[in-house]
């Protein structure tokens, strides 16, 4: 529980570390603890990837597991400045004209320096080495007491169990398989076609299954989702759908009947447009592609 002073962070900085790892190991819960990780309050997701889609400001947890013991893990959390991982060292910039740039050094050469800026969720800003007045090392992204967002120690130890097991084998291995992760989602009162490109979407990522979750989808009468595709070599592919329950999809704009009817791919990207109704689906959405010929290559989008 937190300390008086509210601080779940210093309580469990005063914690024996080593109690507090086998709590983790014995009583966390990875699959409580993914719920707790996408949370938007806790906001794990506005700089961190599990895989192909999310933002690239910090480092991709998708093997963290596999790579980095707990006790790291845990530092961290608590102590973000104490345990920054390599390449993702912030700068901050003194620039001739006053201003002050932070991000991450993504490029640098005699002429510019290309940074991630956080504060617009990773977008590239590249500043001339003639306008920078002076550099100097910034403390970490990683903001410190994110262990107070949470609402308890359980939380705590799930959070930390579903990070340590990230790219082990089981539930949350590492999974490249065609897979849609990154969606546009949209709701609307009425049922017919898809919305444009005009319709205030949003952006949604599936979970590490895969599946986008139903608590992920905006509230609405109907709700939409959409992912792209890219196809680099043309053929034919086929959708492996967890349930077409309530389900509705357009290919490039264009209806699709069958949604278990192979479907014919040019070179190129296309879009994938799932309208969800959800009083006849009671579940996520996960969305695979099976290539029928040998020879197809395709890759769902990535990112942002």
């Not at 997701?45 to 790579?67: D, E, K």
């Not at 107070?148 to 097991?165: A, C, H």
């Not at 049922?191 to 979750?213: C, I, T």
């Amino acid at each position: 529980l937190p300390t008086p002073s509210g601080s779940l962070s210093a309580a469990l900085l005063a914690e024996d570390l080593d109690a507090l790892i086998a709590d983790i190991e014995s009583l966390g819960d990875p699959a409580r603890g993914e719920l707790v990780y996408r949370r938007k309050s806790v906001a794990c997701t506005r700089c961190h990837a599990v895989g192909s889609a999310g933002p690239t400001i910090g480092p991709n947890l998708v093997a963290t597991g596999a790579a980095a013991k707990t006790k790291y893990l845990i530092q961290s959390i608590l102590q973000p400045d104490a345990a920054i991982a390599e390449h993702y060292e912030a700068r901050t910039f003194l620039l001739v004209s006053g201003k002050v740039q932070t991000g991450i050094v993504a490029f640098r050469n005699e002429k510019e320096v290309v940074v991630h800026d956080p504060a617009q969720l990773g977008k590239e800003i590249r500043l001339a080495v003639e306008d920078i007045e002076d550099e100097f090392p910034a403390k970490s992204l990683m903001p410190s007491g994110l262990a107070d967002q949470l609402q308890s120690r359980s939380e705590f130890l799930d959070l930390v169990k579903f990070i340590s097991v990230l790219g082990r084998s089981g539930d949350f291995a590492n999974d490249e398989s065609p897979v849609i992760r990154k969606w546009r989602v949209v709701a609307t009162l009425e049922s017919s076609g898809p919305p444009n490109d005009d319709a205030d979407w949003s952006s949604a990522y599936s979970k590490v299954s895969g599946e986008l979750p139903s608590e992920d989808y905006p509230e609405g009468k109907i709700v939409f989702a959409r992912g792209f595709v890219n196809v680099l070599v043309a053929g034919s592919a086929r959708l492996q759908i967890n349930s077409a329950d309530g389900l509705a999809l357009w290919v490039d704009g264009k209806p699709i009947g069958d949604l278990a009817a192979p479907i014919s791919l040019d070179k190129g990207r296309h879009s994938f447009t799932f309208r969800l109704d959800p009083v006849r689906r009671q579940r996520g959405l996960r969305v695979e592609l099976e290539a029928i010929d040998k020879s197809v290559r395709l890759q769902p989008e990535g990112g942002l």
